[in-house]
């Protein structure tokens, strides 16, 4: 190899280390730079889509968040034209906000007093917008008297519904009511799944106003028959849409961050990328000071591009021939779950790891991103979902424990014999702690199995053993012959 290719290669390590920050995190506000739209998304933002499910990572806080930034509104209105002229407020989130919503020890409260209701609490939380909104008194020192006057106040809640429309609907715009990250609004599962199906039922009741329109970000595990038992429940359901990631979709990504990298590197990986596509990138603006490089939709559409494009940084292979595997389709599906979902995050941290091992242990390598070193951002990814799914479900993490070290795929018998071991049968003390147990632990461990099977750390193989996908067995420092190594 020449030393001039030697020595882009190391630039080129370098600037996909700048390009991709190290704390890569969709549920925080997003850096405008960072805003992309995957073509499957879009109908997920537009205001008539009411209900978007999704696992952990795929970014329904990002899009919770973005949605409050008024200049990210207007650019998205590019593509989805009602949010250039939406208000929006945030209904439940993961940050506590006492004067927009109760938190979480504050409405179990509140629906534990009284034969509230959580359908009351809902309406008190639109209506103390809808109050700022045309001038109108509403109780506010404490959410007990906001809720108290919802419900004993009926008529004039509905007459302030109805101004809040007409307001809107003089200005031309929409009032916008964003609720995410439901899971902390409840610590057991029967509060949690009253919120969440009286949250549907308020977001029916919002259904025959012109301008007002509510969201909800659900994770998969929170929409089940117990909270769509309600008369019209179809009417929600029929505007869901799941947040998925294609495989294009999560190359678009990368090349998104990649080109939008700040100075010199970002025209380096801007090069690369006209040189090898044939295309050009496309400046938008959002505002006077922030701008952005769009990918051209031909790319984000066309898999042999973004094939191509991957190889310009992995080459053509997972080592020294065909045999193993295509670096483009390997580490996507070596970092999907059980259910084959990916997430951004963890594609990101997977190429950002694979370049600073690269820059490391293989300067001299023909390509950017040794094959060894996309192993080791795997191992580093599948670290960082692990820790990622005990932050939501730290149940899981204590019943992967005594399985270190187990090979898969394996029986049913010797995973519940580890767990036997240690516990016994399982008791409701084992799942003590500030979020929701698994869901079907009373059945015993064959509920729990269900439960990590429906979360995409177990699956099925055809002959009915129990196997663990590599972004989670790696994590959990569990075995598979001829597998990408555990994490130690």
Known sequence: MSKSVKSDNQHLRRAILRALPDDVTLDRPP?????????????????????????RGVGKTFWALALQDPAIRAYLGNEVPDLARVDVRLGFGPVPNLEQYPDAKTFTALIGKNDAEAYDVWRAV???????????????????????????????????????NAR?????????????????????????????????????????????????????????????????????????????????????LLWHYLVNAPGADGEQLRKVFQKTTGQSLERKEFDSVESLWVLPSVV??????????????????????????IPYTWIVNHL???RGRVTPRSLLVAVRKAAEDSLERYQTHSFPLHY??????????????????????????????PLHGLVV????????????EKWGQPKEDLFKDERLPPEHWIEGWAGIMRDLEALGVFYRLKDGRVNVPDIYRIGFNLKRRGGVRPVQ
């Open 31 to 55: 850096e405008r730079r960072h805003v992309y739209v995957p073509l499957a998304h879009k109908k997920a933002l537009r205001l008539e889509y009411l209900v978007i499910v999704g696992g």
């Open 126 to 164: 639109a209506c103390r917008w809808f109050a700022d909104q045309v001038g109108a008194d509403v109780p506010r020192d404490r959410w007990e008297a906001s809720v108290a006057w919802v419900r004993d106040n009926p008529e004039q809640v509905a007459r302030l519904f109805e101004q809040a």
């Open 168 to 252: 809107w609907q003089k200005q031309g715009r929409h009032g916008l009511l964003v609720f995410d990250a439901l899971d902390r609004a409840a610590h057991e599962w029967q509060t949690a799944n009253a919120i969440v199906r009286d949250l549907l039922r308020f977001i029916l009741y919002l259904k025959p106003f012109s301008h007002l329109f509510g969201k909800v970000f659900l994770r998969e595990d929170q929409l089940h028959p117990r909270v769509t038992d309600f008369p019209d429940a179809s009417k929600v359901l029929a505007m869901q849409i799941q947040l998925v990631w294609q495989r294009h979709d999560l190359h678009g």
């Open 300 to 325: 984000r559409r066309d898999e042999s591009l973004l094939r191509r494009l991957f190889e310009q940084l992995a080459g053509p292979w997972m080592g020294r021939d065909r045999r193993r595997g």
């Open 336 to 338: 999907a779950d059980a």
């Open 372 to 401: 060894e070193s996309i192993k080791r951002g795997v191992q580093e990814a599948s670290r960082i979902r692990v820790r990622e799914l005990a932050e939501d479900f730290p149940w899981v993490e204590k019943l992967m424990e």
């Open 409 to 420: 795929p394996c029986e049913d018998r010797e995973v519940i014999q580890r767990w036997h």
